[in-house]
């Protein structure tokens, strides 16, 4: 009995470890790249976090970052609540798909999947967007000029990441210990 309560208390404890690490890189990605990065798309650093935490926890925990990746970002930035939480989520349940038939151990596949999740999340940004508000660039345009320079940002940035989410999640970095 002790021991079930031990893990929910350490899968807790490790979801607010991620919240904080998103709320880092929120704050990352809102002031400082984008103050560097004037007039060149800024990397969703967020979307790249979910999906490799989604490759290393699987579907059903990985549902519940891109649920709360998506929701601090609306918080923070979004134009309205659920626009960035139905998006990451949606990325998280099929980034989970993925990482069921990908090895977790090899760095193409989550490499991979990052790029085509960018084109996903961009997709249903955009389709929301234009639902509520109307959108005056193209879809093309925005999927050349947005979309496809976006990915291979983010394919090339998950070179870099993915390697620092998988080391802590082999030294147990989420999962801090209660005895």
Same mark, same amino acid.
């Given at each position: 009995? =002790?021991?079930?309560?031990?893990?929910?208390?350490?899968?807790?404890?490790?979801?607010?470890?991620?919240? !904080?690490?998103?709320?880092?890189?929120?704050?990352?990605?809102?002031? *400082?790249?984008?103050?560097?990065?004037?007039?060149?798309?800024?990397?969703?650093?967020?979307?790249?976090?979910?999906?490799?935490?989604? *490759?290393?926890?699987? =579907?059903n925990r990985?549902?519940?970052?891109?649920?709360?990746?998506?929701?601090?970002?609306?918080l923070f930035?979004?134009?309205?609540?659920? *626009? !960035?939480?139905?998006?990451?989520?949606?990325?998280?349940?099929?980034?989970?798909?993925?990482? &069921?038939?990908?090895? &977790?151990?090899?760095?193409?596949?989550?490499?991979?999947?990052?790029?085509?999740?960018?084109?996903?999340? =961009?997709?249903?940004?955009?389709?929301?967007?234009?639902? !509520?508000?109307?959108?005056?660039?193209?879809?093309?345009?925005?999927?050349?000029?947005? !979309?496809?320079?976006?990915?291979?940002?983010?394919?090339?940035?998950?070179?870099?990441?993915?390697?620092?989410?998988? &080391?802590? =999640?082999?030294?147990?970095?989420?999962?801090?210990?209660?005895?």
């Amino acid at each position: 009995m =002790e021991g079930a309560y031990l893990n929910n208390k350490s899968h807790v404890v490790s979801y607010l470890i991620v919240a !904080f690490i998103f709320m880092l890189i929120i704050v990352l990605q809102g002031s *400082f790249l984008s103050f560097f990065l004037v007039g060149v798309t800024v990397p969703d650093l967020l979307l790249i976090a979910v999906i490799c935490l989604v *490759f290393l926890w699987g =579907e059903n925990r990985g549902l519940i970052v891109g649920l709360m990746a998506g929701l601090l970002q609306d918080l923070f930035f979004g134009p309205a609540l659920g *626009f !960035f939480t139905l998006s990451k989520m949606l990325v998280a349940i099929l980034a989970g798909a993925a990482s &069921r038939e990908i090895y &977790r151990d090899q760095i193409i596949g989550p490499m991979i999947t990052v790029f085509f999740a960018t084109f996903l999340h =961009e997709i249903i940004v955009f389709a929301l967007s234009d639902f !509520f508000w109307g959108i005056e660039t193209g879809f093309y345009y925005s999927l050349e000029k947005l !979309f496809l320079p976006k990915a291979i940002y983010h394919f090339i940035l998950t070179l870099f990441l993915y390697p620092l989410f998988y &080391r802590a =999640e082999q030294k147990q970095f989420f999962y801090p210990s209660f005895k």
